[in-house]
């Protein structure tokens, strides 16, 4: 069964703390990408990534850091250094260069609240 | 960042009533894409237009990749209950390989 996974659902931390949200997709996908959204509000990039061992800052990577080490997963930090970080974190997927359809796919989300 | 102009921001209509929602873009766009989400859930991809002047159905739901390529629009006949959700359009910036985001259509529809 092809997908995007996210976990946890929901995760809490206490301020101050690290912490790292997964995402895995088997779509064989080159393009990932994370995204914030914050109650009633639109989606705001964090960070993307076209291919294994490279990144690119979105619009709102301060506090946030990536790494993309495989293909298939695209691990999210959210630092301490983020000022507000309750919020939904949005995994997505596109295939970019392995083929002309550039679809993109989202996973489940993970609702993270920092106490 | 770049956001994408859509309207209406919200709309309530009848069980049964046709829907239109639109999105301009100051770009141009050679990937249009419609999502809808709903409450804590990630969005859903629903249509995706490839060139200009294409009209794509997915079952009730129609949308049109525009002629100029900053526009698309979405289409929703004989609404129903579970059509209620925030539907999103989506341009991709081809020179970046960004997605570019509308302001989302809140869609409330009242059996």
């Known amino acids: 069964d092809g997908g995007i996974t996210q976990s946890p659902k929901y995760l809490f931390r206490k301020e101050g703390q690290n912490v790292t949200l997964s995402c895995e997709q088997n779509l064989n996908h080159d393009a990932m990408y994370w995204y914030r959204q914050d109650p009633g509000q639109g989606l705001r990039l964090i960070y993307y990534?076209?291919?294994?061992?490279?990144?690119q800052k979105g619009d709102i990577a301060e506090g946030y850091s990536v790494s993309r080490e495989k293909k298939e997963s695209f691990p999210l930090t959210v630092t301490s250094a983020q000022k507000n970080p309750t919020a939904f974190y949005l995994c997505?997927?596109?295939?970019?260069?392995?083929?002309?359809?550039?679809?993109?796919?989202f996973g489940p989300g993970t609702r993270l609240t920092v106490l | 960042g770049q956001q994408l102009n859509q309207s209406p921001q919200s709309m309530f209509i009848q069980e049964g009533e046709d829907v239109s929602m639109n999105c301009t873009s100051s770009?141009?766009?050679?990937?249009w894409l419609w999502y809808k989400q709903e409450p804590g859930e990630g969005p859903v991809l629903l249509i995706a237009l490839y060139k200009a002047g294409e009209l794509t159905s997915n079952g009730r739901l129609t949308a049109q990749f525009g002629i100029t390529r900053k526009d698309s629009f979405l289409n929703i006949s004989a609404s129903i209950p579970s059509d209620v959700g925030i539907y999103f359009c989506a341009g991709l910036d081809s020179g970046t390989y960004k997605y570019i985001f509308g302001t989302g259509t809140r869609l409330k529809v009242l059996a």
């Open positions: 997505a997927s596109s295939p970019w260069a392995s083929g002309p359809y550039n679809e993109q796919f």
């Open positions: 770009s141009i766009f050679n990937t």
């Open positions: 990534s076209q291919i294994v061992n490279d990144f």
